[in-house]
């Protein structure tokens, strides 16, 4: 099977890069990478090793502009003969897929959580209903299109580097003009971390939030935070996580002072541990989380803190 994979890149590869690749060596076929943003030849050579056999690159393409993607896309699935195209489930592929799927007349299976089962057809396990559920979908077209939830495969790299070739995607003029790209502050890029310490309004201010950083800087995990911890101003707008923030999957989340309602849960729940500090042991998160402590955040977290300093301080 011709496979066709679209990443984009800052400087570096992204986790979901990675992700990507070796989802689609996973499911195996002659596989091409479509690329676009400022990373240089060397690094996307790196993409072999993890599955890539070639990668196209136009760096004449906005990320941000859905429909220029979308005609490099159809242009490099034209080129390769791509029967399958496969993306990372963000926010590019949320606005390109869609008119993907009906340019080149490919069924669409948005989040996707496991390889494609062949053995009757094509089917793939997708997450439902906010992560409540799981689907199974089946696609019936010739042409298919898979978004991959971030965090669903652990990159693999078994190969090694691969071409790199410039290609003219034929992307046309720009349909929107990018004013301003504000990059958040934090180290750790939150749709990346693999850890992440998170608060809500039981922090009572922004004054306090010096222990959830702490706890965060001594795990080397990044910083959320609840939406209306986000409303009011305590911290800023891309920490929040949820139904109408960032949605993560991180191996761990630790909440603290969050209660827990479903449109927080929406964004959160397909962490693989979630740990929950809440002075009510009523407080609907309990009944998400793999472990909870019932008990004062201001007294817990510093704890914790301690505890990670010591810890690391014994591995060394
Ligand atoms: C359309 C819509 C979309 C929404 N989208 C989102 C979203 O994307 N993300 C999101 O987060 N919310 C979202 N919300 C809001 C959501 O419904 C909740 O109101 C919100 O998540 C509550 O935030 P919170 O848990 O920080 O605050 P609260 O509900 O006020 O909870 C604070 C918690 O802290 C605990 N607590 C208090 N003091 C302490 C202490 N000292 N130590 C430990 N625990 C303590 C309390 O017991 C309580 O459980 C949305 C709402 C709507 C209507």
Not at 41 to 62: C, F, I, M, N, P
């Amino acid at each position: 099977m011709n496979i066709l994979v679209y990443i984009n890149t800052s400087n570096a590869l992204a986790k979901s890069a990675l992700e990507v690749v070796t989802y689609a060596s996973k499911i195996g076929g002659n596989i091409t990478v479509v690329a676009t943003g400022a990373a240089d030849d060397a690094t996307l050579a790196k993409l072999g090793e993890y599955g890539a056999q070639k990668v196209l690159v136009d760096r004449s393409a906005s990320a941000e502009d859905a429909q220029q993607i979308t005609r490099l896309i159809a242009k490099a699935a034209d080129t390769t003969g791509a029967e399958l195209i496969i993306f990372s489930h963000d926010l590019v592929a949320k606005a390109v897929a869609p008119r993907l799927s009906v340019r080149l007349k490919a069924g669409l299976i948005s989040g996707a959580v496991d390889v494609p089962n062949t053995a009757n057809g094509f089917v793939v396990k997708v997450n439902v209903f906010s992560g409540k559920a799981y689907g199974q979908v089946a696609v019936t077209s010739a042409k298919k299109i898979i978004s991959l939830l971030p965090n669903s495969f652990q990159p693999a790299a078994t190969g090694a580097a691969c071409g790199v070739e410039a290609f003219d995607g034929a992307v046309g003029a720009a349909a929107i003009k990018v004013v301003e790209t504000k990059k958040p502050e934090g180290a750790i890029p939150l749709p990346e971390a693999e850890l992440v310490v998170s608060a809500g309004r039981g922090m009572k201010g922004p004054e306090n939030w010096g222990m959830v950083e702490d706890l965060a800087s001594a795990l080397g995990a990044a910083t959320a935070c609840s939406r209306p911890v986000a409303d009011i101003g305590w911290r800023p707008h891309h920490e929040h996580v949820g139904q109408t923030g960032v949605a993560i999957r991180p191996n761990l989340y630790i909440a603290a002072g969050i209660s827990g309602a479903i449109q927080h849960l929406a964004g959160v729940n397909g962490s693989k541990v979630i740990v929950v500090i809440n002075t009510d042991p009523e407080a609907p998160f309990f009944k998400a989380a793999d472990y909870g402590v019932v008990g004062d955040a201001f007294d817990v977290l510093p704890k914790f803190t301690e505890a990670v300093k010591k810890f690391r301080a014994s591995q060394h």
